[in-house]
């Protein structure tokens, strides 16, 4: 089975700290996902990679960065960590070009709290 | 921009069927269906491509109407074990690889 792996599963940080989540998945997919999730808004997109340096903003980038230098990891950065970004951090990944299977693999999630 | 939801939330006793909708603004390639269970991750229930096709497993269905940029998921004789929320994923272009979730339909199953 697929396994898409968040390096911490509650994070406390401060105002002003930089912070970093990690995701790494271990099945060779192009795609991976850096999703936010808060009550009554779903889940929205930050940032998406299709190759290893490349990354797309999603609908709510402002305040995150990326990077995935390599194609099994790929990392959220939160460059000055401001309170309303405490949330839940869901990453995932898939094999894009596999047409009988486009289908996502979620990590358990992140639950940061900035104070 | 999110695809939008409906209903927001729904209550059902156990053996009543359930219909939730997601649409869009765009014209659509593709749409994912996923339920998450509380404190746990989302996981995956199907996947509806550009041609109006119709899927479905056990009692749990979906339509795609790509005219209409719409899909229905549809859950026949609702299980206890059906309970959670349930988000869709539209793609707007095939190789845009973009995947946005909407807001969500939290169904509850009472005995």
């Known amino acids: 089975d697929v396994k898409v792996t968040q390096s911490s599963r509650y ?9 970093f989540l990690e995701c790494v998945q271990d099945m060779d997919h192009e795609n991976m996902f850096w999703y936010r999730q808060d009550p009554g808004l779903g889940l929205r997109l930050i940032y998406f ?7 797309e903003k999603g609908d709510i980038p402002e305040g995150y960065s990326v990077s995935r230098e390599k194609k099994e990891r790929f990392s959220l950065i939160l460059e000055s960590a401001s309170t309303n970004q405490t949330s839940m951090y869901l990453c995932a990944s898939r094999d894009y070009w596999d047409s009988t299977n486009e289908k996502l ?3 358990s999630g992140t639950q940061l709290s900035v104070l | 921009q999110q695809p939008v ?3 927001q939330a729904v209550i059902l006793r156990e053996g009543e069927d359930a219909v939730i909708n997601c649409s ?3 014209a659509l390639y593709s749409v994912h269906w996923y339920r998450q269970k509380h404190g746990e991750a989302p996981v995956f229930l199907m996947i509806l491509l550009k041609g109006g096709e119709q899927k479905g497993h056990d009692k749990i269905s979906a339509s795609f109407n790509e005219k209409k940029q719409q ?4 859950l026949t004789a609702s299980q206890l074990s059906y309970s959670g ?10 190789g845009n690889e973009k995947l946005t979730f909407g807001t969500g339909t939290r169904l509850t199953i009472i005995p």
């Open chain 1, 11 to 19: 994070l406390v940080k401060r105002t002003g700290e930089k912070v």
């Open chain 1, 49 to 55: 990679s299709y190759d290893v340096k490349m990354k």
């Open chain 1, 105 to 107: 693999f979620f990590g």
């Open chain 2, 5 to 7: 939801q409906s209903p």
């Open chain 2, 24 to 26: 869009s603004s765009k």
């Open chain 2, 71 to 74: 899909s229905s998921l549809y």
């Open chain 2, 85 to 94: 929320t349930y988000f869709c994923g539209t793609e707007s272009v095939f």
